[in-house]
């Protein structure tokens, strides 16, 4: 079992050293800092040629840019403006502010290696 354990880290660490990965988040997993109005999908990071590029494809195949670097190549690609299922933070003194997305740029990072 051990083994199989070590196998599959070095198969993930591997995964994401080579500049790019992707993998199954929920609002779950992240409580209340959870920031889209759906309830999972994945978070990814892109390979070369645009290493650190951090999307999130919802459950129906919509793929949003999270971050910078995503956002200047999205039209490349058809990622979608994230806007449209970015949470809005519920407080009466701040009424259209968004809820922090950084966790799940955070989440991408992680993935690009």
């Known amino acids: ?3 199989a354990v070590l196998l599959v880290a070095g198969v993930f660490a ?3 050293s080579a500049g ?3 993998r199954r988040v929920t609002r ?5 800092s959870w ?3 759906v309830s999972s999908g994945t978070v990814g990071c892109t390979k070369p040629p645009f290493p650190g590029a951090v999307t999130f494809t919802t459950n129906n195949g919509t793929t949003y840019w999270l971050n910078g670097t995503a956002g200047d190549s999205a039209s490349q690609h058809g990622w979608k403006d994230v806007h449209p299922i970015w949470a809005k933070v519920k407080h009466p003194l701040f009424p259209g502010e968004r809820k922090d997305i950084g966790v799940l740029i955070d989440a991408g990072l ?3 290696g």
């Not at 779950?28 to 209340?32: L, N």
């Open 1 to 3: 079992m051990v083994l």
């Open 14 to 16: 591997n995964s994401a």
């Open 20 to 22: 790019g990965g992707s």
């Open 28 to 32: 779950a997993q992240f409580g209340a």
């Open 35 to 37: 920031p889209l109005t």
């Open 110 to 112: 992680k993935l690009c």
